[in-house]
């Protein structure tokens, strides 16, 4: 374990930290020493919690629906019985629609919003209180959907800008509280996700259109999860502790690049 960003003696929650942006996460911050409570309504999440355990981390599961206020007090109870910490929560469950605001019902944009954003505010209300006695680390995962204008996006840049605002109450409000509160906007990262929504959206053209969603970012390509989660693990370890009420683009120069 490196002595740089480490998180020895750390307690952390990672929501959808089971695939994707999430799974990297959870490993990583495992690797660097903490220990690493994954939660998640896919039971798949046990295979991210033995493959951290496979390499002697820590690592627990708890499934649960993040947009059910008490199915999150019933874990946060949980950790704190045993733990009697929690000292870093990364927000990254979250689900994504394509539609325009004529093409996106209303059970669309409630269901997006209960996970989106009821399910961060679930987290971040259960949480702060236990940070409050020793400080902490909240990192929520944003888009460059609430950034720029992307079609089809109507509901999923909603709940992303909503993202952002709740970002920045909470480092206002809870700093005196040595609370941090950062959030990381990605773009296209190529996650089993992308994968599924193709195969869903575009059948028999996967290849193509995962081309031409690569060459829209002007790198030229998707991010990676574990490029992510590098930024993930410096904001959340105390070599960042100088750094609150930010957003840290992770776009391949997305946002500033695509004139």
Avoid: W
């Avoid at 979250?94 to 961060?120: P, W, Y």
């Avoid at 949480?127 to 204008?149: D, F, H």
């Avoid at 193709?198 to 999860?225: A, C, D, H, V, Y």
């Amino acid at each position: 374990m490196s002595t740089i960003f480490s998180l020895k003696g750390k307690i952390s929650i990672i929501t959808g930290g089971g695939s994707g942006i999430g799974k990297a996460i959870s490993i990583l911050f495992a690797k660097q020493g903490s220990e690493v409570h994954l939660l998640d309504l896919d039971d798949n999440t046990s295979i991210a919690t033995e493959e951290i355990n496979a390499f002697q981390g820590k690592a627990f599961f708890h499934k649960c629906n993040v947009a059910q206020q008490g199915e999150i007090r019933t874990v946060v109870d949980s950790i704190i019985a045993t733990a009697n910490k929690i000292d870093i929560l990364v927000n990254n469950a979250g689900i994504a629609h394509v539609g325009t605001i004529e093409t996106t019902s209303e059970e669309d944009l409630v269901r997006l919003f209960n996970v989106n954003v009821k399910g961060m505010y679930n987290c971040m209300h259960e949480v702060i209180p236990v940070m409050k006695n020793t400080g902490g680390v909240i990192l929520n995962l944003a888009s460059v959907a609430a950034l720029v204008g992307i079609p089809d996006r109507f509901a999923y840049s909603m709940t992303k800008g909503a993202v952002l605002g709740m970002t920045l109450s909470v480092a206002k409000d809870y700093i005196a509280h040595n609370i941090r509160c950062n959030s990381i906007s990605p773009a296209r990262v190529h996650t089993p996700f992308v994968d599924g929504f193709l195969k869903k959206n575009f059948p028999g053209k996967e290849k193509e259109m995962f081309e031409k969603l690569s060459k829209t970012q002007p790198i030229g390509r998707m991010g990676t999860p574990e490029e992510v989660a590098h930024l993930a693990l410096y904001l959340c370890s105390d070599e960042a502790a100088f750094i609150s009420g930010c957003d840290y683009p992770v776009d391949g120069g997305f946002v500033k690049l695509n004139n």
